[in-house]
């Protein structure tokens, strides 16, 4: 089996490698390949990639290239996680919407919007010489936004699905508070890609006991930290959200918290810095501490999970993932893309049945659908006007004077990567 990494030379990859050696019975992996632009970067991280490998007694090959067609051929699946403009352009997606009193963030609003008009086209025009070196292949999409991407190759015709670590993240906090294994707990997990609710926590599949109301009231205290949400809110809702709602539960209170710190995405480039020189020693040979800071936790075993049903060397499994929607939630048109549990297997991802959903959800579900709508429509035609009704659409922007600004910005900041601008 042959996998490849496009944006391999990411500081997030040793832990991704890290998960292929843990796990090389469930994904037996012969030769994996890291792809990248950064050929510094890629020698730094496939160097440590090798000693990881070597040490955990994995007998695959890992190769390193920046050559995107020679990467790609023959690889049964390729997993994208790709950051175009680096963490510089993350940080102006995480600074100039403040100066609009909008949220600064590089999923959501208007830097969410920069992204995916930076990232959907060089993503395709990846997704396409993968269909032409290997029209089987799978792509398993890790980059953000998420829900965007995936959508942009699922229209594209290509065989993708899209993963994100949120979902994994819960079960796994969940099954240590529940004192039981992650593979007992089954989330009731519902929404759009960091845009979700966990309504309900269950043991043993999908048909199992809920038991949401007694974690929210033995440990809500230690849920609603990690959510940086009052516990009183998330006992009044009854339901678990994505920390990505606070975003747009506690607006106006996350733009004065950002207005007062650096960016995140200048922390994640002082960790990086610091990652690389790691990297770099020769001695070292499993995954830093460090890189638990640096996020992404638990992607290495969600993308196993994931490569293994898709290649069928795990057989069928259930996982939450991002695909076509199906009926799955009747609100929202077939081929909108959401993120819910889905049995996944050789075919690809059948979203299983969702419980029924209060207004609360489909309302902000279905508005986001419809800026996602036009997100993509922006990504793939371009266009000043179009880039202008995408943000009106967003519920975090939503007014016509900071739409106007914040399309300005956008631009300016973002030319170099628009071909039309």
């Known amino acids: 089996m042959k996998l490849a990494v496009v944006g391999g030379g990411s500081t997030y990859t040793p832990e991704l490698i890290d998960g292929f050696a843990r796990l090389r019975n469930t994904l037996p992996v012969e030769e994996l390949v890291l792809v990248d632009p950064a050929a510094d970067r890629l020698e730094l991280v496939g160097g440590l990639a090798r000693r990881i490998f070597a040490k955990q007694g994995h007998p695959g090959r890992i190769v390193t290239t920046s050559d995107v067609d020679a990467g790609v051929a023959d690889a049964d699946?390729?997993?994208?996680?790709?950051?175009?403009?680096?963490?510089?352009?993350?940080?102006?997606?995480?600074?100039?919407?403040?100066?609009?009193?909008?949220?600064?963030q590089e999923t959501t609003g208007a830097g969410g919007l920069a992204k995916a008009l930076r990232t959907v086209p060089v993503v395709?025009?990846?997704?396409?010489?993968?269909?032409?070196?290997?029209?089987?292949?799978?792509?398993?999409?890790?980059?953000?936004?998420?829900?965007?991407?995936?959508?942009?190759?699922?229209?594209?015709g290509h065989k993708a699905v899209g993963l994100c670590n949120v979902a994994i993240g819960f079960q796994r906090k969940f099954a240590a508070l529940l004192d039981v294994t992650p593979g007992e707990v089954h989330l009731d997990h519902v929404g759009l890609n960091h845009l979700t609710w966990e309504l309900g926590v269950r043991l043993g599949g999908p048909d199992g006991e809920n038991v949401l109301p007694k974690l929210l009231a033995e440990h809500g205290d230690s849920i609603a930290d990690g959510l940086h949400m009052p516990r009183a809110i998330v006992d009044r809702l009854g339901v678990v959200p994505s920390y990505y709602l606070r975003y747009f539960y506690a607006h106006d209170e996350v733009?004065?918290?950002?207005?007062?710190k650096p960016s995140r995405a200048a922390?994640?480039?002082?960790?990086e810095k610091e990652l690389l020189a790691m990297y770099g020693d020769p001695a070292l040979d499993e995954k830093?501490?460090?890189?638990?800071?640096?996020?992404?936790?638990?992607?290495?075993?969600?993308?196993?999970?994931?490569?293994?049903?898709?290649?069928?060397?795990?057989?069928?499994?259930?996982?939450?993932?991002?695909?076509?929607?199906?009926?799955?939630?009747?609100?929202?048109?077939?081929?909108?893309?959401?993120?819910?549990?889905?049995?996944?297997?050789?075919?690809?991802?059948?979203?299983?049945?969702?419980?029924?959903?209060?207004?609360?959800?489909?309302?902000?579900?279905?508005?986001?659908?419809a800026y996602e709508d036009l997100a993509l429509e922006a990504a793939l035609r371009g266009g000043r006007d179009r880039v202008f009704k995408a943000l009106l659409a967003h519920p975090l922007i939503g007014q016509f004077e900071?739409?106007?600004?914040?399309?300005?910005?956008?631009?300016?900041?973002?030319?170099?990567?628009?071909?039309?601008?």
């Open 77 to 104: 699946a390729v997993l994208l996680q790709l950051r175009v403009g680096g963490q510089a352009a993350r940080n102006q997606d995480e600074t100039w919407p403040l100066e609009c009193g909008c949220i600064g």
């Open 402 to 421: 900071y739409a106007e600004a914040l399309t300005d910005k956008l631009i300016a900041h973002n030319r170099e990567h628009l071909a039309w601008a």
């Open 288 to 369: 830093p501490a460090l890189l638990a800071r640096r996020g992404g936790a638990f992607y290495s075993e969600a993308a196993v999970d994931l490569a293994s049903s898709l290649l069928g060397s795990g057989g069928s499994a259930v996982q939450v993932v991002n695909t076509y929607n199906k009926g799955t939630l009747p609100f929202l048109p077939d081929g909108a893309v959401i993120e819910v549990q889905a049995r996944v297997d050789g075919t690809g991802a059948t979203p299983l049945a969702v419980p029924e959903l209060d207004p609360l959800y489909t309302g902000l579900i279905s508005h986001v659908t």
């Open 267 to 271: 922390e994640v480039a002082a960790m």
């Open 124 to 156: 395709l025009d990846i997704a396409e010489r993968v269909r032409r070196t290997n029209p089987d292949a799978w792509i398993i999409d890790f980059t953000n936004p998420v829900g965007i991407v995936t959508r942009a190759l699922l229209q594209a």
């Open 255 to 260: 733009v004065r918290e950002l207005g007062t």
